[in-house]
């Protein structure tokens, strides 16, 4: 006779292995399988665009799409007032990137113009850079804000990755819908 609540199936104990077994099977399909030339061309990219390649695939596989621009705080970058130089180390960087769009939003008291002079000597090209929206900003003013570096290249929002180094700035990704966030710890002082 049946106890109330008992469904009759088998007991817990039994069975074990074949439950493993299923559960196992069933965890093999659902991975992808992704083929070993996509990986390498994914390898590729993530060095092209200075990342490691760990962070990258994250950012792949949450949006499911390449990373096509890098949207800078001057926080990130080490522009703090208006003499400050681009160091070293965030020259470098920006130099070496190939295939990826500059974008950066400019803190006050430093001018959008200014910025883009800076970035355009250490990268090569000519970056976008708007004024940075300010901490008090609501939401909407800040979607815009960080929306429109993108927008002036026709760039979809979640192929811009945010590279700062607040956590305001951490919530600009939110507030646009970016491709992700990355501390400019993380980006800036990878291993060569």
């Known amino acids: ?42 390898v590729k990219r993530a060095a092209e665009l ?14 499911g799409q390449d990373i096509l621009a890098f949207l800078y705080s001057t926080n990130a970058l080490r522009l703090i007032r208006e003499g400050d130089g681009l160091p070293d180390d965030r020259a470098a960087f920006l130099a070496a990137q190939t295939g990826c769009t500059t974008l950066a939003l400019s803190h006050m008291p430093l001018h959008p113009d200014a910025v883009a002079r800076r970035l355009a000597l250490a990268s090569g090209s000519s970056p976008t850079v708007r004024r940075a929206p300010p901490a008090d900003a609501r939401w909407a003013q800040v979607r815009a804000a960080v929306r429109a570096p993108a927008g002036a290249r026709k760039l979809p929002a979640d192929a811009v990755l945010v590279i700062g180094d607040t956590a305001l700035e951490r919530d600009w990704c939110a507030a646009a819908a970016m491709a992700g966030y990355l501390s400019a710890d993380q980006v800036f002082t990878q291993p060569t």
């Open 50 to 63: 200075g990342l490691a390649y760990p962070a990258y695939a994250r950012i792949r596989a949450t949006t």
């Open 1 to 42: 006779m049946s106890v109330i609540g008992h469904n009759n199936g088998p007991a817990i104990g039994q069975g074990r292995g074949w439950r493993t077994h299923c559960w196992r099977a069933a965890r093999r399909e659902l991975l992808p399988h992704m083929p070993l030339n996509v990986v390498r061309r994914r």
